[in-house]
């Protein structure tokens, strides 16, 4: 499945947007995303808004991000779940990455977050 990638090279920023499955499948274009990434960005963004799902190739993809780019300024997840950021801290994501929750009221209120 493809991800959603908007760079901005002025703010060598990139906002990568994951799907509601953040899987194995996923999870290796997103390691090979970040791989291929220009050296200028300096500023990681993961946007989970849509996630509902995520298994342990996913994990294994962001602490990827982390040890490949170690020259990065910043590195956030934004729009968590509580699940994903209970996850996140238990997991302690959180010396990895700025870690943020979704804000969007339109998110389902009966969305469920499964860890494979």
């Keep these: 499945m493809p991800l959603d990638i908007e760079i901005n090279a002025q703010k060598k920023k990139v906002i ?5 499955k953040f899987d194995f499948m ?3 274009n997103f390691r ?3 791989r291929k990434m220009p050296k200028y960005v300096l500023n990681y963004e993961i946007d989970m808004k849509e996630t509902e799902y995520m298994d342990a190739a ?3 993809s962001l602490m990827l991000l982390h040890h ?3 020259e990065a300024n910043s590195m956030s ?6 699940e994903m950021r209970h996850l996140f801290r238990v997991m302690d994501y959180e ?4 870690i ?3 804000t969007s009221l339109s998110q389902k209120e009966d969305a469920t977050f499964r860890v494979a």
Aim: proline share 7%; glycine share 6%; with cysteine.
């Design 95 to 98: 010396t990895m990455f700025s």
């Design 77 to 82: 997840v934004i729009n968590c779940n509580d």
């Design 58 to 60: 996913a994990l294994g």
């Design 68 to 70: 490949e780019k170690p």
């Design 100 to 102: 943020s929750g979704n």
């Design 32 to 34: 090979d995303a970040v």
């Design 16 to 20: 990568i947007k994951l799907p509601s």
């Design 26 to 28: 996923v999870a290796d």
